[in-house]
Nanobody, 115 residues
Framework: VQYVESGGGLVQPGGSLRLSCVAS????????MSWYRRTPGKGYDLVAT?????????ILPDSVKGRFTASRDNAKNTLYLQMNNLKPDDTAVYHC????????WGQGTQVTVSA
């Protein structure tokens, strides 16, 4: 199982980024997938959960609801996270993984929100 995240960067507050995650080593289309973020001292927080069906609505915590959207393309084994109106508190390393599975983490992609 492998995850390769990309799309992070440095952005000013209020800006946007679109993250991608390409997964391999399992049948992507039969698993729920999630985005997580990791910050020093806080561990991993769940950012979005996507049911396995293409087009299904993502489940988002209140902290990002209305600002983040998540989607998936099962034909490409790819997960996306569109992040709008970014805040400094969104600064973290973002990862994707099968929901509630103990897969190895990918390298993640760093998102830094700063003026």
């Amino acid at each position: 199982v492998q995850y390769v995240e990309s799309g992070g960067g440095l952005v000013q507050p209020g800006g946007s980024l679109r993250l991608s995650c390409v997964a391999s080593g399992f049948r992507f289309e039969i698993d729920d997938m999630s985005w997580y973020r990791r910050t020093p001292g806080k561990g991993y927080d769940l950012v979005a959960t996507l049911p396995r069906r293409n087009g299904a609505s993502a489940i988002l915590p209140d902290s990002v609801k209305g600002r983040f959207t998540a989607s998936r393309d099962n034909a490409k084994n790819t997960l996306y996270l569109q992040m709008n109106n970014l805040k400094p508190d969104d600064t973290a390393v973002y990862h994707c993984r099968r929901t509630f599975m103990s897969d190895p983490w990918g390298q993640g992609t760093q998102v830094t929100v700063s003026a």
